[in-house]
């Protein structure tokens, strides 16, 4: 009797959630699944103290096994690398914490604002600008839903509302409803964007019921998901695009330039072919987030601005991401120009 009633409580977890629940996170299990074989774990082990593994099934199995040198595992996997320390990389690089007016929600543009919805992701990768962000006293709840929507009536020249975290698929389908429940309420807002990499790492969260939320709204849904390299654009991932473009969102996508993962021409492109194959726009191309414990990510400008040029000599202009750094104060993101002669 007991395993039935576990089983049924089982059946109760949405898939995803369970899916979400069987992720690695323990950095020896992850080795074994991609037979990769190291005498001394410590120092990844330190490295993923404070920022702990995460890595989920379906982002697992993109993997190629027994390849230390996989551009997607080398997204994920923490590295003694993390362990150094520079001046230069902070725990705030992008002035969250400036632009911070109520818990959980920033502004930092005109005509919009950004709600930190939650502090959970589906995959923890290793650059993430955030990975030091206080989420306990600075993620939005229901509670203080009254006092998000008092702020915007009080700023009537927000008229779009930025989902981001941690990661706001993450969410149940009931928290996400009462968010737009919440924004239904506000003529001000046109439109909601929602920053995720759920598509990516964790397709099955992208169900008929998530799909009719995001739908069913009369604000325009702009969706930007997170994919750096083309490996990542399994038949799953571009299945899961199809439908969230067929439910009549707009689907854009960002990439983080990081160092011997995706600082070629040749892979951003492919990348370019990839995306617009799954009917989503490249957006931006950021360059690294200089975040204490990714300074081994990070790329010189010279080559930066290199493999930009090869870009755009390779693709139409509409596949060819803008080139942004986001700098702490700006009212904007910093388009970087290629037309900088070095010594």
């Not at 323990?26 to 074994?32: G, R, T």
């Not at 930092?108 to 990768?125: D, F, N, Q």
């Not at 839903?145 to 020249?157: G, V």
């Amino acid at each position: 009797m007991a395993n039935m009633m576990n089983t049924e409580k089982t059946s109760l977890i949405p898939s995803w959630q369970q899916e979400l629940q069987s992720a690695f996170t323990n950095i020896n299990d992850l080795l074994c699944f991609l037979n990769l074989n190291i005498d001394d774990l410590s120092l990844h082990t330190e490295a993923a103290k404070d920022f702990p593994l995460l890595v989920t099934k379906s982002y697992a199995q993109r993997i190629k096994k027994s390849d230390w040198d996989d551009p997607l595992l080398r997204q994920v996997l923490p590295d003694p690398s993390e362990l150094l320390t520079n001046p230069d990389y902070l725990n705030d690089p992008v002035g969250d914490s400036q632009a911070s007016v109520l818990p959980g929600l920033l502004h930092k543009y005109y005509g919009r604002i950004l709600l930190v919805s939650t502090g959970a992701c589906a995959i923890h990768c290793r650059y993430c600008f955030r990975r030091e962000f206080p989420y306990t006293d600075n993620s939005a709840n229901r509670s203080q839903l009254d006092s998000i929507k008092q702020y915007l009536i009080e700023h009537p020249e927000v008229t779009e509302v930025i989902l981001s975290g941690g990661d706001p698929l993450t969410l149940s389908d009931t928290r996400l409803q009462h968010l737009f429940d919440l924004f239904e309420q506000l003529p001000q807002i046109e439109r909601i964007r929602i920053h995720s990499r759920i598509p990516i790492v964790l397709p099955s969260r992208i169900s008929k019921k998530l799909l009719e939320i995001l739908s069913s709204t009369n604000k325009k849904v702009i969706m930007v998901i997170h994919a750096n390299h083309p490996n990542e654009l399994d038949d799953s991932v571009s299945n899961t695009l199809f439908a969230i473009k067929k439910a009549g969102l707009t689907l854009l996508n960002q990439t983080v330039l990081l160092r011997g993962i995706n600082d070629n021409a040749k892979t951003l492109t492919k990348l370019s072919h990839r995306l617009f194959h799954c009917d989503t726009l490249p957006y931006y191309l950021h360059v690294l987030d200089k975040v204490n414990g990714a300074m081994h990510f990070d790329t010189q400008m010279e080559h930066v601005f290199d493999v930009y040029q090869h870009l755009q000599k390779k693709l139409p202009g509409y596949l060819v991401p803008k080139l942004v750094r986001e700098e702490a104060g700006k009212p904007y993101k910093t388009l970087l120009s290629t037309n900088i002669n070095f010594p």
